[in-house]
């Protein structure tokens, strides 16, 4: 995989990853579970900022930013579209701040908490299982090199030059340009 391919990978695995622990998170917290296209317009949404972000080498902190981006954006995302299900509980996403004027969307504590504890668990799953695949392939690649066992090489068969000129001989077969082709002559056409 070229450097580009890997850090597409590894965008597209963090926000998507963060998108579903997000979900998780959300609905463990008290907060409804969300539609199934709900978390995936999200997932797809923060796949590209995830891309943009992890760079070419691996680094805790750009996983944990995408993966806060991917918290907050699944959090806003359901909060913004909380009306559309009157069933689901949803007053942990409407806080009225001083004066009671405009309420905002942000979580109240137990779904703070229970988003930043994913988010941890998140950046932690991830920045560790790609340094665990990595020193998986490392260790594959090794073995593989000390298990090589070198064949010793195919016989090649010896060329055998032709003892006798060649002769060239009258064609079986006369080709001509004349085409026979058309319907047996036996057959009569009949309008």
């Excluded at 890997?6 to 959300?26: E, Q």
């Excluded at 463990?28 to 923060?46: D, F, T």
């Excluded at 930043?116 to 950046?123: E, K, S």
Aim: hydrophobic share 55%; proline share 9%; aromatic share 4%.
């Amino acid at each position: 995989m070229t450097p580009r391919h890997v850090r597409a990978l590894r965008g597209t695995a963090a926000a998507w990853v963060a998108t579903v622990v997000a979900a998780t998170a959300h609905t463990l917290a008290g907060g409804g579970a969300p539609a199934p296209s709900l978390v995936a317009a999200v997932g797809i949404l923060a796949a590209p900022f995830g891309v943009a972000v992890v760079g070419r080498r691996l680094s805790a902190w750009r996983i944990g930013a995408v993966v806060l981006a991917g918290q907050a954006l699944f959090h806003l995302a359901f909060a913004i579209t909380a009306g559309a299900d009157p069933t689901a509980p949803h007053s942990h996403h409407t806080m009225v701040l001083a004066g009671g004027i405009t309420p905002v969307a942000l979580p109240d504590a137990p779904m703070l908490f229970a988003h930043a504890l994913a988010a941890l668990a998140t950046v932690a799953g991830l920045y560790g299982g790609e340094r665990m695949l990595r020193a998986l392939g490392r260790g594959i690649r090794s073995v593989l090199a000390r298990a090589r066992v070198v064949l010793p090489a195919p016989p090649v068969p010896a060329l055998v030059a032709p003892d006798r000129e060649r002769t060239i001989r009258p064609a079986r077969a006369v080709l001509s340009g004349l085409s026979r082709r058309g319907p047996p002559a036996f057959v009569t056409a009949t309008h």
